[in-house]
């Protein structure tokens, strides 16, 4: 299973353009790459998904590079109610064995 | 899009006695269903694999005479913790993936478990 590595927390201000890395140097051929978004006592959240280049959709982009061995999550125009765990998750999404195993997340506070 | 519900969203229950919670895929049939625990201030640590019909896969170090999973039909899975201590008290989370398509995962809102 890949591992992945997110920095632990990040900052930000509101209306301000975030991004977020992910390392998984051990990402597999046949590998997607997911985000989620967690709130307090609350099931996280799907935001995005890709596999290569770049995905887009009305909440997020994504960004991978051609070695796939690291992905950033970018949120444009961050609001207060932003703030939450991100998560990126790696794994083949079309085998019956996939596991979801989380990482430590980012925590990102968005501050007024 | 596709809705998973958990329930209780919370319980309280005294140590010893069993708690079970119940996740329902409501608009789509699951053909695995993972069961979760999350700690304050932590990730989530998968606890199990559902599939539909055949035994749960534990993951390491999770007891699986403690934590009883059942998942007897494709839009329900059960999760059963049974004399339940202090030290079992955390916040459960299911998720479901849909058979087929890219395998999305769709996760209920969680069930808080406090044992007193």
């Known amino acids: 299973l890949a591992k992945t590595t997110q920095p632990i927390s990040m900052d930000s201000y509101e209306g301000q353009e975030v991004n977020i890395t992910c390392s998984h140097n051990?990402?597999?051929?046949?590998?997607?790459i997911t985000w989620y978004q967690q709130f307090p006592s609350q099931g996280p959240r799907f935001i995005i998904q890709?596999?290569?280049t770049k995905v887009t959709n009305e909440v997020a982009s994504l960004f991978i590079p051609a070695d796939r061995k690291s992905s950033t999550l970018s949120l444009p125009r961050v609001s207060l109610s932003d703030t939450a765990v991100y998560y990126c998750?790696?794994?083949?999404?079309?085998?019956?064995?996939?596991?979801?195993?989380f990482g430590a997340g980012t925590r990102l506070f968005v501050k007024a | 899009g596709a809705v998973v519900s958990q329930h209780p969203s919370r319980v309280i229950c005294k140590s010893g006695t069993s708690v079970k919670i119940e996740c329902r895929s409501l608009?789509?049939?699951?053909?695995?269903m993972f069961w979760y625990r999350q700690f304050p201030k932590q990730s989530l640590m998968l606890m199990a694999t559902?599939?539909?019909?055949?035994?749960?896969?534990?993951e390491q170090g999770v007891e699986k005479d403690k934590f009883l999973i059942n998942h007897a039909s494709l839009t329900l899975s059960t999760l059963t913790v049974t004399s339940a201590h202090p030290e079992d008290s955390s916040f459960y989370i299911c998720?479901?993936?849909?058979?087929?398509?890219?395998?999305?995962?769709?996760f209920g809102e969680g069930s808080r478990l406090t044992v007193l």
């Open positions: 608009d789509f049939q699951a053909t695995t």
């Open positions: 051990n990402i597999a051929t046949n590998d997607y």
């Open positions: 559902s599939n539909e019909g055949s035994k749960a896969t534990y």
């Open positions: 998750l790696v794994g083949d999404m079309n085998t019956g064995g996939f596991k979801t195993i």
């Open positions: 890709g596999y290569k």
């Open positions: 998720s479901a993936r849909m058979g087929g398509g890219n395998g999305e995962l769709f």
